[in-house]
């Protein structure tokens, strides 16, 4: 079974300032996809990023990027020029290949703050 | 184009009463889930449709917890009889196929039980 740890449960950043969120998971499969979702107060859950295992350039989306360390099994988030609206509640989710059908297992969150 | 529509948005019930909640996803996807997601814990699925049929319900509770797809489009969950511990937010998402797409997320329901 795969488990997903965010080691963080608040973060806080001022706005403009670059912050990171830490994920570790842990599976045997080697086919895999790594997600991160934010989720607001209104609880709509929107997709941030997402990085396939097999790709070893990291994703980047914008303001957003990962640094995905395959061997350390390590998935951190990285904001950049932190924003007022990015203030929510952020989830690692990871979703396995083969037969997993695509379900996706997430990180307990972390609450990130952006004091202006 | 349309996101993933649920209702109600919130519901209050006595234990031991019995609920209802709808999704509609994005038109086209194939695939549907309902995740169950407890204050300040991450989702937890409890079952996946791919068109109307069941892919996984490993972790439904089904003694009181049943859900249904007719048609692969709209899905309802039910849950009979309720239990204090189900007090959570009730999060349907979608996705075009199965396997390694992006799931799209509804706005939730809410549920508090007394």
């Known amino acids: 079974a795969q488990t997903v740890t965010q080691s963080q449960p608040e973060m806080s950043v001022q706005e403009a300032e670059t912050v990171t969120l830490s994920c570790t998971y842990d599976?045997?499969?080697?086919?895999?996809?790594l997600f991160w979702y934010k989720q607001p107060p209104s609880r709509q859950m929107i997709l941030v990023i997402r990085?396939?295992?097999?790709?070893?350039q990291n994703a980047t989306e914008n303001r957003f990027s990962v640094n995905f360390q395959k061997a350390a099994k390590s998935f951190s988030l990285k904001i950049s020029d932190s924003q007022l609206g990015d203030t929510a509640m952020y989830f690692c989710a990871f979703s396995a290949g083969g037969t997993s059908y695509g379900k996706l297992t997430f990180g307990q969150g972390t609450i990130l703050t952006v004091h202006p | 184009e349309a996101g993933v529509a649920q209702s109600p948005r919130y519901k209050i019930i006595e234990k031991r009463q019995s609920v209802a909640f709808w999704c509609n996803p994005i038109s086209g996807h194939a695939t549907l889930y309902w995740y169950q997601q407890i204050l300040g814990q991450g989702p937890k699925l409890l079952i996946q449709f791919q068109n109307n049929g069941v892919v996984d319900d490993s972790q439904l509770p089904k003694d009181r917890f049943s859900a249904e797809r007719l048609k692969g489009v709209d899905s309802t969950l039910k849950i009979q009889p309720a239990k204090l511990e189900d007090s959570a937010v009730y999060l349907c998402?979608?996705?075009?196929?199965?396997?390694?797409?992006?799931?799209?997320f509804g706005p939730g329901t809410r549920l508090l039980v007394l």
């Open positions: 990085q396939e295992a097999y790709k070893q």
């Open positions: 998402a979608s996705s075009p196929r199965v396997r390694q797409e992006t799931q799209y």
């Open positions: 599976t045997s499969e080697s086919n895999y996809y």
